[in-house]
């Protein structure tokens, strides 16, 4: 079996463009699962970088220079097909990959979000990113291939990882099931608000939720649910 980690940066803003895509491959063998060197390409974009994004994976136009043409689903296809069909693709919040990445270029492949497997495997971690999933499971990674952070290449190296580390304890059937499983969003999954129910959130950090281009989609509709529940209801925290 062959499980093909993914991860995207992305230009930010509207619309969104992948500048950046990496694979790390982790394969069955005798001895157990094995990860295999990641790679990684750049495009570069029709658009502009939005300052944010620059802020999170310091990728500039600058560095983007001599690359040749933009992203598109043949370049995707032809990456994701490097090395072979995989068995599934796999990503830490695959909502976020499969945003930008449709089902003609995947051709039916299921998907293993190791962000919703991990919550499942391990529901007292301080939290659930990978990096903070790699300090706390104590992953030892050689640094030159685990960072710097939110560039494509480490953090699928840093996936890979966690990947490995659900496999010693889950089947890959099981991380496909905790995948499609619906996330319970009773309460907010993260931020400033994490932990708290959703009628106790101002509705300005609702509204961010809502805008914020990348943010989960399921996040993204729950946070829509309660506005559209405060107009009716004419009840409304502000602040």
């Given at each position: ?5 993914i ?9 969104s463009?992948i ?17 295999e ?55 830490h ?33 301080p ?10 499971r ?8 685990a ?15 966690i ?15 905790w995948?499609?499983a ?7 999954p ?12 101002p ?37």
């Amino acid at each position: 079996m062959r499980l093909r980690v993914i991860d995207i940066e992305t230009s930010g803003g509207e619309p969104s463009e992948i500048i950046e895509i990496a694979a790390v491959d982790v394969v069955a063998d005798p001895g157990g699962w094995i990860a295999e060197p990641p790679r990684s390409i750049l495009f570069a974009p029709r658009g502009p970088i939005s300052v944010h994004a620059m802020a999170i994976h310091h990728l500039t136009p600058a560095h983007l220079a001599g690359v040749e043409g933009p992203c598109d689903d043949g370049a995707l296809a032809a990456f994701l097909s490097d090395g072979g069909r995989p068995d599934a693709l796999v990503a830490h919040n695959a909502s976020f990959e499969r945003q930008h990445i449709g089902a003609g270029v995947t051709a039916g492949l299921p998907w293993i979000c190791t962000l919703k497997a991990a919550r499942a495997a391990w529901p007292e971690a301080p939290g659930h990113s990978n990096q903070v999933l790699r300090y706390w499971r104590g992953l030892d990674l050689d640094p030159a291939l685990a960072m710097p952070p939110h560039r494509a290449g480490p953090d699928a190296w840093v996936t890979a990882h966690i990947l490995l580390d659900l496999l010693r304890t889950a089947s890959a059937d099981d991380l496909l099931a905790w995948s499609l499983a619906p996330r319970s969003l009773d309460r907010v999954p993260f931020g400033r608000h994490r932990g708290e129910p959703w009628r106790a959130v101002p509705s300005p950090y609702l509204d961010w939720l809502m805008a914020e281009p990348e943010m989960a989609q399921d996040v993204a509709d729950r946070a829509r649910a309660e506005r559209a529940g405060r107009t009716r209801e004419g009840a409304a925290p502000e602040a």
